[in-house]
């Protein structure tokens, strides 16, 4: 009985231990579950939670992408539209070369925007807000002079990759979830990625101890735009259509997601975890403000305000 106590109390001081804001994540998650599902009659229907599921896929890799570059005190606000320029490219790219190389190439243009970026970031020291608000306005420049029109696709193949599911869950939901198991282990497991941890808590102490900076941090940008990249090619096998004008504003998702997890803006904190709770979360106030028709003027607000209280929360408990 004393070993019983003891180790409750035990378990109440390691949770009474814990910055407040690890735990309102999950409080306010559990609490959204149990407001959707009293408010809504359609929320807990199968075709509703497969179509969540569906749609934070694309923010779930973007917002993966962009905590890689925000643990190196870094932001890239061309994720938007390097996904328009895979999604346009690899419809351009179908019909010249097989499926899977059309789509390998897409996503390989998209990875070369980041190393474009990573490079001068780390070789010019250029603030990465200046070089990638560049990158944003000539990339989504470059995806005009492909198309100007939206691109349909008709490929079976190339659409049963966003249609596919294994049983109740969508086989891009999967790969997503797969993505961040994978980050996971690279960032913790890896010397790549824990110098890209350790980049944003202190760059010049790194540096001294004889790790390549520029590399690491050109690294990032590379791993944010293929993530990008990828989520444009998805997007247009899931809804069979990609406009030039695709992806605007994605970036405040994807940086609103990471905060919301426990990202720092400028570098010394973040986690998969976090950033995936924190996708989680905004899809689901999405998908509530979806089914009560607020207008996406309104979810814009919204989110913009989030982002601002997250970011003022954490630095309260700092």
């Known amino acids: 009985m004393t070993e019983r ?71 890239d606000l061309s994720v938007g539209a390097v996904a328009a320029l895979a999604a346009i490219l ?11 190389a059309a789509i390998l190439l897409a996503i390989a243009v998209a990875g070369l925007v980041g190393l474009i970026n990573g490079a001068i970031i780390a070789r010019f020291k250029i ?37 596919a599911a294994l049983g109740p869950v969508p086989l891009i939901t999967l790969l997503m979830v797969a993505a961040y198991l994978v980050m996971s282990f690279f ?26 900076v520029r590399l690491n941090t050109t690294l990032a940008y590379v791993i944010c735009a293929t993530l990008a990249g990828t989520a444009g090619v998805i997007l247009a096998s899931r809804v069979g259509i990609a406009q030039p004008s695709v992806g605007a504003g994605w970036e405040l998702d994807a940086i609103a997601a990471c905060v919301i997890g426990g990202a720092i803006l400028g570098g010394g904190g973040g986690s998969v975890r976090g ?5 989680l979360v905004l899809g689901l106030i999405s998908n509530l403000l979806n089914l009560f028709n607020v207008q996406s003027y309104y979810q814009q607000i919204f989110k913009g305000a989030l982002i601002v209280l997250a970011v003022l929360a954490r630095r309260k408990e700092s």
């Open 5 to 75: 106590s003891a180790a409750i109390s035990g378990s109440r001081a390691r949770l009474a231990a814990l910055p407040w804001s690890d735990l309102a994540l999950p409080i306010v998650f559990l609490v959204l579950l149990a407001v959707a599902a009293v408010s809504s009659d359609t929320f807990l229907t199968q075709n509703n939670i497969s179509n969540l599921l569906r749609q934070i896929v694309i923010n779930g890799l973007l917002s993966l992408g962009m905590l890689v570059v925000i643990l190196t005190g870094g932001i």
């Open 90 to 100: 690899v419809g351009q790219l179908m019909p010249v070369v097989p499926l899977p």
């Open 127 to 163: 603030a990465p807000f200046i070089v990638t608000l560049g990158a944003l306005s000539a990339v989504r420049g470059l995806v005009y002079v492909i198309s100007e029109t939206p691109v349909v696709y008709s490929d079976p193949d190339f659409l049963r990759i966003g249609s």
């Open 187 to 212: 960032l913790n497991r890896t010397t790549p990625g824990r110098a890209i941890i350790a980049i944003g808590g202190n760059e010049e102490a790194v540096r001294l101890a004889g790790i390549n």
């Open 275 to 279: 950033t995936f709770a924190g996708v």
